[in-house]
């Protein structure tokens, strides 16, 4: 009998069905207009594309009128370029992404080629479309591999990768399309938001995202924030000596969470390690670990523990080139130049004995939700979305439409088989392969952890059976390894990263062949070997079918469902015959962790016999309530990172809006003049306070705050006794006197001048103010949890503490700039010609090179408060006509000879004496 919800969705048809059918229409438009594309000339098919252009950006027409022309031009494209026609179900996938949805397609239905259709109709606009991917290598392929199809519609293609020149990647980011990694896109933003000018900057605006593997980058990447981090104190010592305290240490001594993820000390460890401490010399005699002076060395304490019982080598991370590098959970790849913040990276280099590479203070960051979230419209593809279809609803506004397959799907998904033992599911496993590769079955092996792929390895060495290990070790050869895993008798194992981005076709793959064929006789027509090789393909597919199409093995489940159907999708790609299995133990972790025991029981109870297998629909149900809890778990800590970075990002939203209108401005002597006249407003209050009487004002005070913070000396006791003044005319006066001292001080550095210092003053404020304050919302954040012990919410409290440090560091910052701009001062020509003898004296003798200044701070009265600290000198650009090198050119100084250029900055009057700076001028040539 029918439940009421199968009853409606058979009359009705799902939500998914329905969106299905309501875009049929359209495809059909599409269709229709196929013969008339067919017959443009190349050169017709870049004029429609010129045409679209002016109809959008000059007409105002809207995309979707210009859908149905634009996706039968970029497919006419496709057919030429790369001899591939978009099939129906393609056209369907491309009108969801342009309606920024997630298309769910199967593995094998073409993704890469979908994207070229809504990526094209975007990019009519004018505002430039990325295309995001997961690794860089995929990223330079799809961009090289579509780049030909955007060629033929008179579009330009860029790709970003890390360590890449940041000329080349402004090109790339000023392309039509620009195809990049989710890491360096963030990266890039981040990067942006901390150059002085706008010509630095790379990106020029967020307008539409396609993301490919969307569930990877926007769910299993987004627990983890962004960091861009420079250098803090070097206490490797301490990373050290702590590390080796950890193995005296007893299961008694500490507490392990495996669910949560957590270890931590048990009150017996606690004296343990506070024993071991003072043996080691670390904790001084009188001094306990709970003392406030002890708090680094508890944070040292911790981590160590973290690292020992947490993290293992060849699961969570390699040692490579003596160097400690992370990998993937999820696609089991290496994250080079990625590391674990906190000082846990550096407790695991300890532990390893690799080199301690020295902790990192942040400089700015961001979370990849709040980064897509910045695009006016967002998109993504994969094969596995609707496991998680609420996050991407609720976080990101995207809605998972599932596309229908090109061809049915034949694959056979086999129940899970479940062993007692690892022992017996090792040999359930190796049976199951030999069974398969006698009868030429291509086989591709999932496992979990590089550790597990090497033992299954040595096990199928041991039976002489050959095969392929594609894991992070092997990361160079992946796509040659799965353009193989399709061969007949081809047998692979894959760490939870089974062919991304490569095709596991039956028979091997016809390319890779004809590239290896040509390789070994450069001297065979290329021609011939291609129809050679075609031919001798055509029948090992036929074979590889015979024998039942590609055998995916999973030795493990994973803790998200989304890895095993991506795992499984590898097989029965465009209605190929295939086969699917896991075989499980109640020692894997999963099974261990969510309550084995009483399947155990079950297992013990029914007689299970050594080696013998539970088969069975309701073990498969009970696994996937065990997945589907951890990946709600896994969902809530996301939604909490991103609650707590959601406060953080309005800031972040402010501070680089100001730094952006700060760069584009070409006057910001008005933001000068507000921040000072608010610390004219402060001081007033502070000193005259409101509603008083002016026997009770600090006149005195006044005066002394007024020369500390804006370096002017002022009768502010005469003007207090005037007859009717009170603290508003006082106020106005102050502002009178500070606006006519900052307009002499223009006057005197020249209008040009003084616009860039003060540009240069306001920018390297806000970036160390918001470094500062990065740092105490870090430590903010690590200790608000506490309050939930007291009954109160850690996030409202969060918020409250956050706002209120924010204010604090809007008012130092108006301090601070005043306080700059109020001491700087041109330099005299004997000052000149002093620093330029110096400079030049320095250089001969073979000493660093010193930047020279524009401006020096003015030296504070000598009845200044005595607090008072020296500030910062502010630095203007060498162009600036008063510089000290401006317009002098070095002695000796040959165009043609950079050995004569001495050593100048980046940033330093160029030694030609143009008056440019260095990295404008000759710096372009050296």
């Known amino acids: 009998m029918l439940g009421l919800g199968s009853l409606a969705r058979k009359v009705f048809g799902s939500p998914n069905d329905r969106k299905i059918k309501a875009v049929r229409p359209l495809v059909a438009k599409i269709n229709a207009l196929e013969p008339e594309f067919a017959a443009l000339s190349d050169d017709g098919i870049i004029a429609k594309t010129r045409e679209f252009q002016k109809r959008v950006q000059e007409g105002g027409e809207e995309l979707d009128a210009i859908l149905p022309e634009a996706f039968a031009n970029c497919r006419e494209a496709g057919k030429r370029a790369l001899g591939l026609r978009a099939f129906d179900v393609q056209l369907m996938g491309g009108i969801f992404l342009h309606q920024g949805n997630i298309s769910e397609m199967r593995t094998g239905e073409g993704k890469t080629l979908v994207a070229t259709l809504p990526a094209y109709l975007n990019a009519l606009t004018g505002k430039g479309v990325h295309i995001v991917t997961v690794n860089d290598y995929l990223a330079r392929r799809d961009a090289d591999w579509m780049g030909k199809v955007y060629a033929h519609l008179g579009l330009t293609t860029g790709v970003v990768v890390p360590y890449q020149p940041e000329a080349e990647k402004r090109v790339a980011y000023r392309c039509d399309i620009t195809y990049a990694t989710n890491n360096e896109l963030g990266f890039d933003y981040l990067r942006d938001n901390m150059k002085s000018t706008i010509d630095e900057m790379m990106q020029r605006g967020h307008a539409f995202a396609i993301v490919d593997e969307v569930d990877s980058i926007l769910i299993d990447e987004a627990r983890t924030p962004l960091i861009i981090s420079g250098p803090a104190q070097d206490r490797s010592d301490l990373y050290t000596a702590v590390d080796k305290l950890i193995p005296h240490l007893t299961e008694e001594h500490y507490k392990l969470d495996e669910k949560a993820r957590n270890v931590t000390y048990t009150d017996e460890g606690n004296d343990a390690v506070e024993k071991l401490l003072r043996e080691a010399g670390i904790l001084p005699e009188g001094q306990h670990m709970f ?195 399709g061969k007949l008798g081809a047998v692979t194992i894959a760490t939870n990263m ?120 309701w073990v498969n149900k009970s696994l996937e309530k065990a997945q589907a809890k951890v990946e709600g778990r896994n969902f809530d800590i996301r939604k909490q990172l991103l609650r707590f970075d959601d406060v953080m990002n309005d800031q972040r939203k402010a501070i680089f809006g100001q730094r952006l209108e700060i760069m584009q401005a070409e006057d910001v002597a008005e933001i000068a003049a507000d921040m000072r006249m608010q610390v004219i407003d402060d001081l007033v209050d502070q000193f005259l306070p409101p509603k008083t009487y002016p026997d009770a004002w600090d006149t005195a005070g006044l005066r002394a705050a007024l020369r500390e913070k804006l370096n002017l000396d002022l009768p502010v006791q005469d003007w207090a006794a005037e007859e009717g003044v009170d603290q508003a005319a006082l106020s106005e006066r102050l502002i009178e006197a500070s606006d006519k001292f900052m307009t002499e001080k223009a006057e005197a550095f020249g209008k040009p001048t003084m616009e860039s210092i003060e540009k240069q003053v306001l920018l390297q404020a806000i970036d160390g103010k918001w470094r500062e304050h990065l740092l105490r919302l870090e430590h903010l954040r690590s200790v608000v949890g506490f309050r939930a012990y007291a009954q109160r919410d850690p996030l409202n409290e969060y918020k409250t503490e956050a706002f209120q440090l924010f204010d604090s560091m809007l008012n130092s910052l108006r301090e601070q700039v005043t306080e700059q701009l109020g001491r700087i001062r041109p330099l005299t020509k004997d000052e000149q010609e002093q620093m330029m003898a110096q400079l030049v004296a320095s250089q001969q003798a073979g000493e660093p090179r010193k930047t020279p200044l524009a401006a020096l701070p003015e030296p504070a009265a000598a009845d200044a408060a005595p607090e008072a600290s020296a500030p910062a000198p502010a630095r203007a650009p060498a162009s600036a006509p008063m510089a000290a090198m401006a317009g002098a050119r070095l002695d000796g100084f040959d165009e043609t000879d950079p050995s004569t250029w001495g050593n100048p900055g980046r940033n330093d009057a160029c030694p030609c004496g143009s008056g440019e700076k260095f990295k404008h001028c000759h710096g372009r040539l050296a």
């Open 498 to 617: 089974a062919g991304r981005g490569t095709d596991i076709k039956l028979g091997g793959n016809v390319e890779f062949k004809v590239m290896e064929a040509i390789a070994a006789d450069p001297n065979a027509h290329p021609d011939e070997v291609r129809a050679r090789i075609e031919a001798e393909h055509k029948d090992e597919e036929e074979a590889v079918k015979a024998a039942g199409g590609l055998f995916v093995l999973g030795t493990e489940r994973h803790e998200s469902r989304r890895i095993d159907n991506q795992l499984r999708g590898r097989s029965g790609r465009q209605g190929d015959p295939g086969r699917s299995a896991f075989f499980l133990s109640l020692e894997d972790d999963l099974m261990r962790i969510f309550g084995s025991e009483r399947l155990d029981k079950i297992l013990g109870s029914l007689g299970l016999k050594d080696g013998e297998a539970i088969v069975h629909p």
């Open 291 to 485: 003392d406030p002076e002890s708090t680094s060395i508890v944070h040292h304490l911790n981590q160590a523990l973290r690292a020992h019982k947490l993290f293992f080598k060849d699961q969570q991370y390699i040692v490579r080139d003596g160097e400690v590098t992370l990998i993937d959970e999820f696609t089991g790849r290496m994250m080079r130049g990625r590391r674990l913040s906190d000082g846990l990276h550096q407790a695991i280099e300890a532990k390893e004995g690799t080199k301690i590479q020295p902790e990192n203070v942040t400089l700015a960051s961001v979370t990849f939700q709040n980064y897509f979230r910045l695009y006016e419209k967002l998109a993504g593809m994969t094969g596995t979305a609707a496991t998680e279809a609420e996050e991407f609803m609720q976080i990101y506004g995207l809605g998972v439409i599932e596309v229908p397959t090109n061809k049915p799907v034949m694959r056979k998904d086999e129940h899970d088989q479940v062993y007692r033992t690892a022992r017996e599911k090792y040999d359930g496993i190796l049976a199951s392969i030999k069974d398969a590769h006698a009868r030429g079955q291509p086989i591709l092996v999932g496992t979990t952890s590089i550790e597990k792929s090497e033992l299954l390895s040595s096990l199928l060495k041991k039976d002489d059976i050959p095969h392929n290990v594609l894991n992070a070790r092997q990361h160079e050869q992946e796509a040659q390894i799965v353009a193989d895993a």
